[in-house]
């Protein structure tokens, strides 16, 4: 079996892209988020869900552009899978599982709705419910530089394209405020809720807050804190028993630029109401 490769169609309308030209800022910023974007994802589908941070290379899968097409504003993609990876995943089936995981990644982290279609993709987001929020965290920073020529100019907007099929994704001025995130608020607060999820290998979670009437995400400022980890796993096992498994958390807020909470540091739990 050889290694088995794709194609992604990164193409951009409105504004001076539909003269084939973008600002050099814009151009480099959007190239770069793509990389990042599609490397981070290529590795977490390739590696068993890792979500790595750092700005590296995808294990297992590699990623090329072609030269820029003369006339408009668009680049393609080229992703292959080592062998192995195809082998595990399924040759006849790798492509279709890689989009699907690749459309619910991206929405997810830009705010759109997206159901996983393939069953391998269900059953990870089934699994693992946490997988899409840690994942969607650390592409916020890369799609913050892929909205970059959005931010320029509200009119243009940025589409995902699947030769042979068509659009996949389109990002624009709504995408762009949700990705725009406002610094992390310094001043801290104290609310009440009860942990739902909490990965006991890292430091995010979910949380039911009291004060927003919904769950959202969350992560420890100190995951090594066992007291403040231990308080997180004792709210989940009480929510879980069907006690109430309220706590006070000391918390400060990561919203967007709409104003909306997406997820709270948590820097302390203290004590189960």
Sequence with gaps: MSEK??????????????EGVLDVYDAANTIYGVARAINLVAHAFANDDEVRKKNSSA?????????????????????KFDEHVAEKIGASVIVNNFWDYLTWTWSH????????????????????????????????????????????????????NRPRVGDELAFDSDTLDYVSVREEQTDTEYI??????????????????????????????????????????????????????????????IVSAQGVVKRYIVHDILEII
Aim: overall charge positive; some cysteine.
């Design 109 to 160: 982290s830009v705010g759109i709705e997206y159901e996983p279609r393939m069953p391998r993709i269900k059953k990870i987001s089934e699994r693992n419910d946490l997988f899409i929020h840690e994942i969607a965290d650390a592409l916020e920073s890369p799609m913050q530089y892929m909205h970059k020529s959005i931010a320029r100019d509200k009119t243009v907007k940025i589409y995902v």
């Design 5 to 18: 490769e794709l194609s992604l169609i990164i193409r951009i309308e409105g504004g001076t892209a539909d």
């Design 192 to 253: 009440t809720g009860n942990v739902t999820r909490v990965n006991v290998l890292s430091q995010f979670g979910r949380l039911y807050s009291d004060v927003e009437g919904r769950v959202i995400s969350f992560e420890l400022k100190n995951p090594d804190d066992r007291r403040v980890r231990g308080l997180s796993l004792k709210s989940m096992q009480d929510h879980n028993e069907g006690k109430p498994g309220k706590v006070y958390l000391k918390v400060s807020k």
């Design 59 to 79: 294990h297992g899968a590699s990623v090329f552009i072609h030269s820029s097409k003369k006339g408009c504003f668009e680049e393609q993609l080229d992703i």
